[in-house]
C-alpha cells in the first residue's frame, strides 16, 4: 500500500467530469495551450473554508458557463488523487505548493450545448467538444496523465458503452 503524499505540499483542487446524457464527457482546449496536450477537464482550486463539491460547482460554471442547477452529482472520489508540477510549471506558479491534489466529480449534464458558455467569466477554454472517457488521458499533458487514467477508470461506469464520438457540437475553433 503507498501512503498518501503530506497534503501541506499540495494546492487542494477540484476536478470535473462532466457527462453527457449520451456518456461523453467535455473536454475544453485551453486558451494557453501548447501542441497535442492541450484538452481537458476542467479543474480549479478549493477556495478558503469552501467544501469541494461546493468548489466543483463554482468551477463548472467559472469555467464552463454551466449552473449547478443544470447537473446531477453523481459521484465524488472518496480519496485525493495527487500530481507533481514539472519543474518549468513550479517556478511559474506562486507559493510553495509541489503539486496540487484533487478530489474528482462525475456529473450528469442536464442541459443542452447551448447551455455551455464560456465566455460566462473570463475565459480559460476557446473551444470544447464531447469525447469518449477513454480519450482524457491521452489528451491532457503527460504530468497530469496517471491522474486522468486513475479517473477513468473510477468513473467509466457512468459512460455507458459508447464507442464512437459523439458528433462535436458547440466547437468554436
Known amino acids: 500500500m503507498t501512503s498518501q503524499p503530506d497534503p501541506s505540499l499540495y494546492r487542494p483542487n477540484v476536478g470535473l467530469v462532466l457527462f453527457s446524457a449520451s456518456g461523453y464527457i467535455f473536454l475544453g482546449r485551453r486558451i494557453n495551450g501548447r501542441g497535442a ?5 476542467p479543474q480549479g482550486g ?6 469541494p463539491q461546493d468548489a466543483a460547482l463554482r468551477e463548472l460554471e467559472e469555467e464552463v458557463g454551466v449552473s449547478g442547477k443544470l447537473v446531477d452529482v453523481l459521484e465524488e472520489t472518496t480519496d485525493w488523487l495527487h500530481y507533481d508540477f514539472p519543474a518549468e510549471v513550479r517556478r511559474r506558479m506562486p507559493g510553495a505548493f ?7 466529480f ?3 449534464f442536464k442541459g443542452s450545448d447551448s447551455d455551455i458558455r464560456l ?5 480559460e477554454f476557446d473551444a470544447w467538444r464531447w ?6 488521458p491521452a489528451a491532457i499533458v503527460p504530468f497530469k496523465r496517471p491522474v486522468y487514467q486513475a479517473v477513468a477508470e473510477r468513473f467509466r461506469h457512468w459512460a455507458g458503452e459508447n464507442h464512437s464520438i459523439e458528433t462535436q457540437k458547440g466547437r468554436r475553433e
Open 46 to 51: 478549493i477556495d478558503e473554508g469552501e467544501s
Open 98 to 104: 509541489i503539486g496540487q491534489r484533487q478530489k474528482w
Open 106 to 108: 462525475a456529473l450528469k
Open 131 to 136: 469525447a469518449r472517457l477513454s480519450e482524457a
Open 37 to 41: 496536450f492541450q484538452w481537458q477537464m
Open 119 to 123: 465566455d460566462r467569466h473570463t475565459p
